[in-house]
């Protein structure tokens, strides 16, 4: 069965279960990008999130024999990421991760803009660094939170789920986030 | 101070989405790409895990079956072993009697087969060799003092009876009459076997039934010497059970034996006699071997 490029993510997962190798690099391409931005945000180390993300699409390819639809396929697939993400800090006994920690530091006041570029390139560019540079300073699993909306596209439920916590805790970490960046980036509105 | 994350917040905020997208545009580098897909299509081309897969998805019903077949099998062996240790148990002489024994008959009484007809007596003047495996077994000790509640001597000498007008009877076929007396004594001492084996059962502990059923020396003594022929020892392989269905067996055959080979006609003459005599239970047996005989005749009410 040729594969189709409209179909589902569920749908070319299937395919590449049953076989079909052109099925995986549709996926692939669509997930790509947002699996390595997750990993390279929570990591925040190029290398090892190189390691992550093979790792990451590695373990998919060779749990495909016993996958069945029963969540959508990015919740399962970011799953996979945060588990791996979860060894490597586990193994590593890294600070990075502070499962109860929902406060945080305060954060920085945001950096003006620069004068010296054109008006409106130069006002994304910088409200774009302004905001990753919020986002590395919130506690992770508040950005975690925050990633996998934006990435993933994952709603509350979905987070939860990806994430291995209740619905109202990755509600209430992605309430924090979103309060603490839109708080940061006030001075660009 | 952080605000609190109040209801009026909502979980998305397009500004700072908008924000994130500009700034966020890192990707994989192709190394990884190439590397990854090439894995991707390595597992496909590989295929034995679906394999693996399918059988794992097979291995239950596969081991469920398996357990079956092998609980059926030994059900089937438990049965047949149970079937044969029962008909040991039904002649246990030959099992617990040393084969010296067998020979010489004097010492080893044999109530039972003394009461067996010539033509099975004759059959059995072979001995059958016991099989190896009761050869092996233990030689039991026959006690010199029979248990004294078992008494012996009346149902011997009825069983000695037995053999001596079994024997008549073979000689001399002609005779219906005495053939019935026949069968009535063998009946009788059928009867008598019958309580001797349930009276031998009831007394004497299992192992010690076939080496000694001497509960009463002086009635052993008898049997063996007015059954001094090797019938009177005989294979006692042939058990109590045996014997007795050869003499049932025996019963009306003397009814038609200078029958075989005659036309109905004769067979209905022969049935009207008994019928005559008053003999209904002979002339209902040989109303049923003309049925099974000549299943297309009918019966003369008369002789119905």
């Known amino acids: ?52 993300f093979q790792d990451v699409w590695m373990n998919l390819i060779r749990a495909r024999d016993t996958y069945t639809v029963q969540a959508k396929f990015s919740t399962y697939l970011y799953r996979i990421a945060h588990n791996r993400l979860m060894d490597h800090f586990r193994r590593h006994d890294s600070a990075a991760v502070s499962l109860d920690d929902d406060t945080g530091p305060e954060i920085a006041e945001p950096a003006a803009p620069r004068s010296d570029e054109p008006e409106a390139s130069a006002d994304a560019r910088q409200q774009a660094a302004q905001l990753l540079s919020l986002l590395d300073q919130l506690p992770a699993e508040q950005r975690e939170a925050f990633v996998l909306q934006q990435e993933g596209g994952l709603s509350i439920e979905e987070i939860a789920t990806a994430t291995g916590v209740a619905r109202e805790t990755a509600k209430s970490r992605l309430r924090y986030a979103l309060a603490k960046l839109r708080q940061g980036m006030q001075a660009w509105q | 101070m952080i605000p609190d994350p109040g209801a009026g917040d909502t979980e998305r905020d397009a500004r700072l989405e908008a924000a994130y997208r500009a700034g966020a545009q890192q990707q994989p580098p192709e190394r990884l790409d190439d590397a990854i897909r090439a894995a991707a299509r390595r597992a496909v081309a590989a295929g034995p895990r679906r394999s693996a897969d399918r059988l794992r998805r097979w291995s239950i019903p596969l081991s469920l079956a398996a357990v079956v077949l092998l609980s059926v099998t030994l059900v089937t062996m438990m049965r047949e072993e149970g079937a044969e240790r029962w008909v040991n148990d039904a002649s246990p002489l030959p099992r617990d009697q040393p084969p010296a024994a067998i020979e010489a008959p004097a010492t080893v009484p044999a109530p039972v087969t003394a009461t067996v007809p010539a033509q099975s007596a004759a059959q059995s003047r072979t001995p059958t060799p016991p099989p190896a495996r009761m050869a092996a077994a233990p ?8 248990p004294q509640s078992v008494t012996r001597a009346e149902p011997l000498v009825a069983e000695q009876r037995g053999p001596q007008r079994r024997e008549r009877l073979a000689a001399d076929v002609g005779s219906r009459a005495k053939a019935t007396a026949g069968a009535a004594a063998s009946a009788e001492a059928d009867a008598t076997v019958s309580q001797d084996n349930a009276a031998r059962d009831a007394a004497a502990p299992r192992p010690l039934l076939g080496s000694a059923p001497a509960s009463a020396p002086a009635a052993m003594a008898e049997t063996a ?49 008994l019928r005559n005599a008053g003999r209904t239970a002979d002339a209902d047996r040989l109303v049923a071997e003309i049925r099974r005989r000549f299943p297309d005749v009918a019966l003369p009410d008369d002789l119905r």
């Open chain 1, 1 to 52: 069965m040729p594969t189709d490029a409209d179909a589902s993510d569920e749908t070319l997962m299937l395919g590449y279960r049953d076989g079909d190798a052109a099925a995986f690099d549709l996926l692939y391409a669509r997930h790509k990008g947002g699996v390595f931005r997750y990993l390279l945000r929570q990591s925040r180390n190029a290398a090892l999130t190189d390691e992550m």
């Open chain 2, 139 to 146: 030689v039991v000790v026959i006690p010199a003092e029979p």
């Open chain 2, 225 to 273: 010497a007015g059954a001094g022929k090797p019938e009177a020892a005989g294979p006692q392989g042939l058990g109590i059970a045996s014997s007795a269905k050869a003499r049932r067996a025996q019963v009306p055959e003397t009814l038609w034996q200078d029958l075989e080979g005659e036309p109905v006609a004769k067979w209905l003459d022969r049935l009207r006699e």
